[in-house]
């Protein structure tokens, strides 16, 4: 028999895919899907405008507004986040886009009075990650920074 050889970058992709945190972003996109023409496509095809490689983001000018469908991925990503936040905490979480016409900007993320989360925004013209596991990597790193400032601050988190 033939055994059909399986690329790392493949498994690496399957792996990413089925991270909790890509999960949420899969289910959050879904979500937005009122008419169901998303129903039949896989979760790959559906994360595939998050993918950016390095030749594609040195074609994309960064002058000028940021395109729409770009935003709305920064926004989903981000939703993304906040919702896993919730999801290993317990509390609710919530982020806080401050993007200028130009692209750049700040997201703070809050759990009660406790700024969980505060990232610099930069070069949203050029949002994107290279492969799955970039951006399931990015996310998670993300929640997880946030549930340690949780874990850290409890009291101020539950206030």
């Known amino acids: 028999m033939f055994e059909v050889a399986i690329s790392p970058a493949v498994n690496d992709d399957e792996a990413a895919l089925a991270s909790p945190f890509v999960k949420c972003l899969v289910r959050l996109i879904r979500a937005q899907d009122s008419h169901g023409s998303w129903d ?41 986040v906040a919702l896993a ?9 919530s982020p806080m886009i401050e993007m200028s016409h130009e692209g750049f900007g700040r997201v703070l993320f809050t759990a009660g009075r406790l700024v969980v989360l505060s990232k610099t ?30 874990d850290a601050y409890p009291e101020v988190a539950r206030a």
């Open 40 to 80: 039949g496509k896989a979760d790959a095809e559906l994360l595939a405008d998050f993918i950016v490689s390095k030749e594609q983001r040195r074609t994309i000018p960064i002058i000028g507004d940021p395109d729409p469908d770009v935003l709305w991925r920064l926004d989903k990503f981000y939703t993304a």
């Open 85 to 93: 936040i919730e999801e290993r905490s317990g509390l609710m979480a």
């Open 121 to 150: 925004v930069r070069d949203v013209h050029r949002f994107g990650f290279e492969t799955f596991c970039k951006l399931a990597a990015a996310g998670t790193k993300l929640v997880d920074d946030a549930i340690a400032a949780i």
